[in-house]
């Protein structure tokens, strides 16, 4: 295989750190560029990753270290200095852009005014830019962006949900039929899910406007903490967020079970999922890198899930493994009480995604890590406290609807609780 140079935004991140390190070992030339913003918002929270997290340069010098390879990188805010970012790509020209450079938390992204905007206007500044500059440069990289499962909503639309675009018929003033493929109707959860579903607009304008080679992948929820890369040295370790804003709902659940607290399921359960193995993430971006859309085909949207659970089945699983007790508590998001989700993931399977299973019994890591490190757990951080309207707060016992700006909306901090998605 011939190496690509590949530019990693977002890099330093839960998903970019480890892509970046898997791309690198199979031969591409990486770079990494990033603003550090998640370890700015932890320190704006008080939180702190289970898993200690080096220094990007401390991290980047440990790959070098066993791998023997080295892997380049920038700090640059790409949705506010822009000129600083497009001097830079021109500088680089890669061959392919993964972008992961969006804030990523759906709990974060509605705590209060601050945070809506922040995500809006971080998220969309940041992929409109680089959008616009690859134009500005006349580069022809491919472009494989982050996208997520939740752009479909979770309204349980009783079939198999299609790889981003819904073929429909429409009858003209003649009677004749059309057929059309049509971007599937977006449902938004949250703030978060909102940018992502407008990323989508933004792709296909520039796909058809300027020919732009684009694959958005609408990934589900990510479980498991290491790769095999990862593993390589201490300072590799990737990140593992338990706390209410940024924590997955495995991760809460592995560290409710770790201090002996039942796992806090919100409402009844009955929400499914989408669910891939970060191992797998890695592995389909790089089947992403390998096949690029044609110059002038519409986005490539590939689903990038492996398999759904509803929560309460993912609760009982951890149950099991760990003795745990399962609690019921009130669901702070605003949504159904419970959906069905059927996902088409054909495509990346074709490539050869040959993904790993929650029940495949390869929990041991995550199980492992909430464990070794479960002296680094504040339990004060384990509550979701964002609401997601003034229904919600109420429903949560808060009778302060201001709690819905400030984001404090759970006033048992001994309660701990996991968002569910």
Known sequence: ????????????????????????????????????????????????????????????????????????YAVIDIAR?????????????PDTIVHFAEQRAAPYSMR?????????????AATHNVLVALTELGLDSHLVHLGTMGVYGYSGA?????????????????GQRHKRDILY???????????????????????????????????????GTQTRETRRHPALVNRFDYDGEYGTVLNRFLVESAVGHPLTVHGTGGQTRAFINIQDTVRCVELAVNNPPEAGSPVKILNQVAETLEVKELAQLVSTLTGAEIAYV???RREAEANDLNVS?????ALGLDPILLAAGLLDDTLEISSRYKDRINLAKIPARTAWNEDRSHA?????????????????ENCPSQRAA
């Open 330 to 332: 009130p669901n702070p």
């Open 396 to 412: 949560l016992g808060n009778d302060d609807s201001a709690g819905v700006k400030n984001g404090s909306t759970h006033p048992d």
């Open 1 to 72: 295989m011939i190496g690509k140079k590949i530019l990693v935004l977002g890099g330093d991140g839960f998903c970019g750190w480890p892509t970046a390190l898997h791309l690198s070992s199979i031969g591409h030339d990486v770079t990494i560029l990033d603003n550090l913003s998640r370890r700015r918002i932890d320190l704006e929270l008080g939180i702190r990753s289970l898993t200690p997290i080096e220094p990007i340069d401390v991290r980047v010098e440990a790959w070098e270290e066993v791998s023997g390879k080295r892997i380049d």
């Open 158 to 174: 009783g079939f198999e949900l299609p790889e981003g675009y819904l073929p429909v018929e429409v009858t003209d003033d003649e």
């Open 185 to 223: 109707p977006t449902n938004p959860g949250s703030v978060y899910h909102l940018t992502k579903s407008l990323d989508q607009l933004l792709f296909q304008f520039y796909a058809n406007n300027d020919k732009m080679r684009i694959t958005d992948l609408h990934q589900g929820i990510v479980w």
């Open 81 to 93: 200095d822009y000129q600083e970012f497009a001097d830079f790509l021109e500088e680089l020209r």
């Open 345 to 349: 993931n054909r495509h990346l399977r």
């Open 112 to 124: 209060g005014a601050k945070e809506k905007r922040y995500t809006v206007d971080n998220n969309m």
